[in-house]
């Protein structure tokens, strides 16, 4: 394992107010996306939509790295040219999204475990030589009723811990992604908690599988009130309590934490990572690695139309800038008003 190369990457990925775009939404899952646009979720729409978002003029100015899915990572621009090649050639780099997805855990309702680590060493041997430096594993914790359990949180953490050992061995970074969900009716205090306690068993694991902390990015929730709560909590309140549970849990080995945007709106996944970084030094970098928070504007503005890439463009690059722009804890709302 070449440390020095695991570090210098995980750096790169949310160094100089860049983050990352989460584009390895699965097949049935941009199937999802696709529907609510009345676009067909065949390979070459897939395929379109991807140029798409990678082909914007300037985006590597604001985009560090793009998580792909398989099929992606295999797939080329109109022209030729591979996806992979590509964004190395802008200076934004591959990763790839390894994990299985998730499948009910038996003996617990309600709890998913995330699969996928048969065969994986070989695949990330593969992935490595198609380009990817880094790669995503997804656990998925969701509070409820008597959930999440101690067992669905450790099961999670171990897997993620195993995940990110076999990545660092292959020479790719793992971006190491517990999300505690924000579906739900819980209260801001609930989240930090259930987050607290997710932090601390998966560093607990990494710790145990001795991992490469320098080597690694921290890809979490926010901390937040559930969708459905009633009362929910302010913007400021996001930030204050999302900092206090990172501070509390993460190593200042780290390097970098690069949030999911988990169902907050465009605007307010920009707004509270700005207002987090202008909360003074903090120990890792804090960037954004989105996956709706940065395309929703965009594939509504698409609509699978030729006819409308530049302008799809247009509101993807105003998302990317403007997030780009709260990593650095300058940006204002005012800005939103500005056109694409
Ligand atoms: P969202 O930002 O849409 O939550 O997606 C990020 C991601 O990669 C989830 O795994």
Redo the contacts with the bound molecule.
């Keep these: 394992m070449n440390r020095n190369e695991l570090a210098r990457i995980a750096h790169a990925m949310v160094a100089k107010g860049r983050g990352l775009l ?1 584009a ?2 699965s097949t049935g899952t941009i199937k999802k996306r696709f529907d609510k646009i009345k676009v067909e979720g065949t390979e070459e729409n897939r395929r379109a939509y991807r140029e798409l978002l990678f082909t914007t003029p300037g985006m590597a100015d604001f985009i560090s790295g793009v ?1 792909l899915y398989d099929e992606t990572l295999r797939q080329s621009t109109k022209s030729g040219e591979r996806f992979a090649d590509l964004l190395t050639r802008l200076g934004v780099i591959p990763g790839i ?1 390894v994990d299985g997805g998730t499948k009910p855990m038996p003996n617990f309702p309600g709890e998913v475990i995330t699969e996928g680590l048969d065969g994986l060493p070989a695949r990330l041997a593969e992935y490595h030589k198609l380009g990817a430096r880094f790669a ?1 594993w ?1 656990a998925v914790i969701d509070i409820g009723d008597g959930i999440p359990t101690r067992t669905c949180i450790e099961t999670n953490a171990d897997l993620l811990a195993r995940y990110a050992a076999l990545c660092q061995e292959a020479e790719i970074v793992p971006i190491v ?1 517990p ?1 505690v969900l924000m579906d739900g009716g819980h209260s801001l205090a609930r989240c930090e908690e259930v987050t607290e306690q997710v932090l601390t068993t998966v560093f607990d694991r990494l710790h145990a599988q001795r991992v490469y902390l320098e080597g690694i990015v921290l ?1 979490p929730n926010m901390v937040i009130s559930g969708q459905k709560a009633t009362n929910r909590a302010s913007p400021a309140e996001v930030a204050e309590a999302t900092l206090r549970c990172l501070k509390r849990h993460v190593p200042a080995a780290v390097p970098g934490i690069a ?6 709106n465009e605007q307010e ?1 920009t707004l509270h990572l700005d207002l987090m970084n202008r909360a003074g030094s903090l120990p890792w970098l804090l960037s ?8 929703q504007s965009a594939l509504a503005t698409w609509g699978g139309a030729a006819a409308s890439v530049a302008s799809a463009q247009a509101e993807f690059l105003k998302r990317a800038r403007l997030n780009s722009l709260a990593a650095g804890g300058r940006y204002e709302s005012a800005l939103e008003k500005q056109a694409a």
């Design positions: 989460a390895d939404e998580i999204k995503k997804r992604e999300e890809k949030f999911l945007s988990g169902g907050q996944a954004f690695s989105y996956g709706r928070a940065l395309q």
